[in-house]
């Protein structure tokens, strides 16, 4: 099965003439199936197409399918089901985040559309799966004149009363910082941690179960941060909440003053302590994005059903440059600002030859003008610390001189320290990068002092923020 799942991405060119041909063959039959009534040729049809597609593509019957925009690679076969992929957990030879002893499947289909002469990355996003359609036949859908639903569109994004926003459309260089909830139903733990960030950062991200583990939620930290007076970012994942339930929250979210979302797919449930948990995944990050820019620029849920408020919400995802494959990392940024990104931030970066590259092509394309782009940062405490990071947490990419250079300092941690205050100096000069998000678990008591160390906020104009007009990206 794998082998033909290979071959067909392999020989993608002649799968997509294949295609071509079954949608005129479809076209013609179109009279037949009228005759015959759609309803009635449904069930055969799903049979044979479960069968043939089952054989070449190991298809899963999503009943929309993706194959012609991923160079015939199954976009189902990922353990997360990302339809808009691939994640920012590719492993360095391309291996999948959650089965490393497979091939991502939208590297593979990167591959395959490099073999398929005039396809294009496709520039909006898929629409989530269906799961009133699974098992259903794309053929007879094709043969109606149907395909994927259209990808949702949304009117032009609107201005929220977000601080961080503010300071963003200001071009002020800002840093966020990534706070990690407690194990504790006590909110004076939370008031606690909070010390080492309050006054030190613009907006501190709340972490949704990060790697998989079970902490107080994002919601419930964002909401004692708000009674605290700071700007939360509430991470949203899309593993352990479907559609209803992540919509709600979006608007639980915003009435709490909530004003800034980071929409992410979220870490397979194996990586974290309840591995037997069942993953959902019913929306990926792209359609979550989507989902909540309908439900703040459209006033509607995904069903279509009005809101009475909608929610104003700056939206934000995550990116990763650092893992491959990296041409087609800027084209996926593209996409997630189609889907409502108006800020991303990145994964950590280690390797600023690689963030140049990436920050050539996003500007070559003009998406640092759509999108506010944060740079992941961070430091470590040593190299063995950075060992494992690199091997064990999928997406992180450390080059070896960074872990020669704390092998060899006489003090690892304030090594550490030092590279993350040179990285952030040497971030802060590229261009179109529109600041820095310091991730340090366990090291919350070292924010303050990269943020003073690196300079980066000390040149900040008084009140600038306040007085700038806000503005569309
Ligand atoms: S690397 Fe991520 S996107 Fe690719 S198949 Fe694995 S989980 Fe899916």
Known sequence: ??????????????????YRMLLALLGALRPAFKAIGYARAEKPAA???????????????????????????????????VRNGPCGGVRPDGGCEAKPQMQCVWVEGWRGMQRMPGAAFPRLPNPPASARHAGTSSWMRLARGEHTPPPISGAPATTTDSRLERLLRAGEFVVTAEFSPPDSA?????????????????????????????????LGVSALLVQAGCEPVTQISCRDRNRIAIQGDIL??????????????????????????????????MSLLQAARVMRDEGRFLSGRKIIQPPRLFLGGADNPFVP???????????????????????????????????????????????????????????????????????VHIPDAIVARLEGAEN??????????????????????????????????????????????????????REAAPSTP
């Not at 099965?1 to 294949?18: G, P, Y």
């Not at 709490?256 to 449930?269: A, E, S, V, Y």
């Open 1 to 18: 099965m794998l082998a033909l799942r290979r071959w067909s991405v392999r020989h993608a060119a002649f799968q997509a003439r294949a």
């Open 47 to 81: 049979w044979v197409e479960s069968n043939v597609k089952g054989l070449f593509f190991d298809c899963h019957m999503c009943g929309y399918c993706l194959l012609s925009v991923n160079g015939m690679a199954c976009p189902m076969n990922c353990p997360k089901s």
């Open 186 to 218: 006590d909110p004076a733990d939370v008031s606690a941690q909070l010390g080492h960030f309050r006054d030190h950062v613009d907006a501190i991200n709340v972490t949704d179960g990060s790697g998989a583990n079970c902490h107080m939620s994002s």
């Open 252 to 285: 639980g979210a915003a009435a709490l003053g909530i004003r800034n979302l980071l929409c992410l797919t979220g870490d397979g449930t194996t990586v974290g302590d309840h591995a037997d948990a069942k993953p959902v995944f019913d929306l990926d990050s």
């Open 325 to 395: 494959p990296f041409d087609m990392r800027p084209l996926r940024l593209a996409r997630k600002i189609a889907a409502g990104a108006q800020f991303v931030q990145t994964q950590y970066c280690f390797d600023l030859d690689r963030l140049e590259a990436y920050m050539a092509q996003v500007r070559d394309e003009g998406l640092h003008e759509r999108c506010h782009i944060l740079i992941g940062v961070g430091p470590i405490a040593s190299a063995k610390t950075a060992r494992w990071l690199r091997t064990r947490v999928p997406g």
């Open 412 to 465: 690892p941690r304030a090594e550490g320290r030092r590279i993350c205050v040179e990285l952030i100096q040497a971030i802060r000069g590229i261009r179109g990068v529109a600041g820095v998000h310091i991730m340090a678990p366990k090291q919350d008591d070292a924010i303050a002092g990269l943020v003073r160390d690196s300079g980066v906020l000390a040149a900040r104009r008084p009140g600038r923020a």
